[in-house]
């Protein structure tokens, strides 16, 4: 079993930047793949950036270059840091955890925390 559970949400005017973090505890939890999700409004949740054991990453278009994750496995910290917010960054921010990066849907989830970019 593994437990997630996220930080650092909040307000910014768009252009700002916010950074989350996401506490990951379980057995063996370092050795899985760990990832950022988020739900914006109208939207289905989606998965924005994965981070494997060895910290190689990937990102979808609209995050890529702004965003960056990055984990701490002697510490089991998930972290996103966000830069150039836009309005339509404004979501639930899901951190979760799977022993793949491409299983789909995660297995392993945390509460959620909610960011929103004002313009």
């Known amino acids: 079993q593994i437990r997630l559970v996220e930080s650092g949400g909040g307000s910014v005017q768009a252009g700002g930047a916010l950074r989350l973090s996401c506490s990951v505890s379980g057995y063996r939890a370092s050795f899985y793949c760990w990832a950022w999700f988020r739900q914006t409004q109208g939207q289905e949740r989606e998965g924005i950036a994965t981070?494997?054991?060895?910290?190689?990453?990937d990102y979808i278009d609209s995050v890529r270059g702004r965003f960056t994750i990055s984990r701490d496995n002697a510490k089991n910290i998930l972290t996103l840091q966000m830069h150039d917010l836009k309005p339509e960054d404004a979501g639930i921010y899901y951190c979760?955890?799977?022993?793949?990066?491409?299983?789909?849907?995660?297995?392993?989830w945390g509460q959620g925390t909610q960011v929103t970019v004002s313009s």
């Open positions: 981070i494997e054991s060895d910290g190689s990453s």
């Open positions: 979760a955890a799977d022993q793949s990066c491409i299983n789909d849907p995660f297995t392993y």
